[in-house]
């Protein structure tokens, strides 16, 4: 399977260790607009290094292609490359607006191709797991915790002054890099969202003594769900939190269960008077990875962990949150 690239930093060179077991897979193509990123990546995988993406799609060579680029890059490689039937995994968030995740959502509906949004956590087998233990039973109450730093790789402290996740229109700020895997957990587990409620902090945590420049270091959201349920998601970024504490706590009827998310991918707790305990060996940024290769071989568009149309809730939600936050009335 012949791949490209759109996106040449951190996350791309994170997806291209997961891509090295696929024997079938080779790196035709890596495109970023700094073309000396570009050249370094293109050469370590022994492709051709591009600066344009509609040179990417247009490729007759190209069987499919992974979208790295900045949250509000996204639609435009996207849509084209949906449009030329091609698969696309694209990393999460769906996009920076609704409008374009929206465009995204029509382009990957017409094509029928193959289309999986990078919620990693979504390819857990814990989460099986998890909902097998509720045995039906909605949850009352979602509890995710998400305390650390941001993508180690990216230097978003050191390098702050050209990281595009330093420009909260680029990148969302945590509310979307680190905060959406979690609004994405719950909305999986518990339904759609009604109301959204949210509030922020800057300057105490990873950016104490640094210019904040709009962005916030502490985020805390509230869900209320269609089903009754309410979630809370606490964003902290701190890279003094080491390790990094990633964690769901989902309590139901007859149920109280926590899934820890990282480094160890493991649920505990007990359902229906049986504790339970179970882990994942597999790390899900290789798993993910991995299912949407084994949906393009097959042609399963269905058979991927979340597709646009699930990011799409997931954005909705979170560009309300970015709205309470910038709200006086929280």
Same mark, same amino acid.
């Given at each position: 399977?012949?791949?490209?690239?759109?996106?040449?930093?951190?996350?791309?060179?994170?997806?291209?260790?997961?891509?090295?077991?696929?024997?079938?897979?080779?790196?035709?193509?890596?495109?970023? !607009? #700094?073309?000396? =990123? &570009?050249?370094?990546?293109?050469? *370590? %995988? $022994?492709?051709?290094?591009? /600066?344009?993406?509609?040179?990417?799609?247009?490729?007759?060579?190209?069987?499919?292609?992974?979208?790295?680029?900045?949250?509000?890059?996204?639609?435009?490689?996207?849509?084209?490359?949906?449009?030329?039937?091609?698969?696309?995994?694209?990393?999460?968030?769906?996009?920076?607006?609704?409008?374009?995740?929206?465009?995204? !959502? #029509?382009?990957? =509906? &017409?094509?029928?191709?193959?289309? *999986? %949004? $990078?919620?990693?956590?979504? /390819?857990?087998?814990?989460?099986?797991?998890?909902?097998?233990?509720?045995?039906?039973?909605?949850?009352?109450?979602?509890?995710?915790?998400?305390?650390?730093?941001?993508?180690?790789?990216?230097?978003?402290?050191?390098?702050?002054?050209?990281?595009?996740?330093?420009?909260?229109?680029?990148?969302?700020?945590?509310?979307?890099?680190?905060?959406?895997?979690?609004?994405?957990?719950?909305? *999986?587990?518990?339904?759609?969202?009604?109301?959204?409620?949210?509030?922020?902090?800057?300057?105490?945590?990873?950016?104490?003594?640094?210019?904040?420049?709009?962005?916030?270091?502490?985020?805390?959201?509230?869900?209320?769900?269609?089903?009754?349920?309410?979630?809370?998601?606490?964003?902290?970024?701190?890279?003094?939190?080491?390790?990094?504490?990633?964690?769901?706590?989902?309590?139901?009827?007859?149920?109280?269960?926590?899934?820890?998310?990282?480094?160890?991918?493991?649920?505990?707790?007990?359902?229906?008077?049986?504790?339970?305990?179970?882990?994942?060996?597999?790390?899900?940024?290789?798993?993910?990875?991995?299912?949407?290769?084994?949906?393009?071989?097959?042609?399963?568009?269905?058979?991927?962990?979340?597709?646009?149309?699930?990011?799409?809730?997931?954005?909705?939600?979170?560009?309300?949150?970015?709205?309470?936050?910038?709200?006086?009335?929280?």
């Amino acid at each position: 399977m012949r791949l490209a690239l759109i996106g040449a930093g951190a996350i791309a060179r994170r997806h291209v260790g997961a891509l090295r077991p696929h024997d079938d897979v080779s790196i035709e193509a890596v495109c970023d !607009v #700094d073309e000396g =990123r &570009a050249a370094e990546l293109a050469s *370590a %995988v $022994g492709g051709r290094a591009v /600066s344009d993406w509609s040179e990417v799609v247009e490729r007759g060579d190209i069987e499919a292609v992974l979208v790295c680029s900045p949250p509000a890059a996204h639609a435009g490689p996207t849509v084209a490359a949906l449009e030329r039937g091609l698969p696309v995994y694209l990393e999460k968030p769906l996009a920076r607006s609704e409008e374009d995740g929206a465009r995204i !959502v #029509d382009a990957w =509906r &017409a094509s029928h191709a193959v289309c *999986a %949004v $990078g919620y990693q956590w979504r /390819s857990l087998g814990v989460l099986a797991r998890l909902r097998e233990a509720l045995a039906g039973a909605p949850p009352g109450m979602l509890v995710s915790r998400s305390f650390g730093p941001t993508e180690p790789g990216r230097g978003d402290l050191a390098a702050s002054a050209g990281s595009w996740f330093a420009d909260r229109r680029a990148s969302g700020g945590i509310l979307f890099e680190l905060g959406s895997h979690d609004i994405d957990l719950q909305i *999986a587990l518990a339904g759609p969202v009604s109301r959204v409620h949210a509030a922020g902090g800057s300057g105490l945590l990873a950016l104490h003594g640094r210019p904040a420049a709009g962005m916030e270091d502490a985020v805390a959201v509230m869900l209320e769900y269609e089903s009754g349920a309410v979630g809370v998601v606490a964003v902290a970024w701190n890279p003094a939190s080491e390790p990094p504490v990633y964690t769901l706590d989902v309590e139901a009827a007859g149920a109280a269960l926590r899934l820890e998310l990282d480094p160890v991918f493991r649920l505990t707790g007990t359902a229906g008077g049986q504790r339970v305990d179970a882990r994942d060996d597999v790390d899900p940024r290789q798993s993910s990875i991995d299912r949407f290769l084994e949906a393009v071989r097959s042609a399963q568009p269905d058979s991927v962990p979340c597709s646009p149309a699930d990011a799409l809730d997931k954005l909705r939600a979170a560009l309300a949150a970015e709205r309470a936050i910038g709200s006086p009335e929280g």
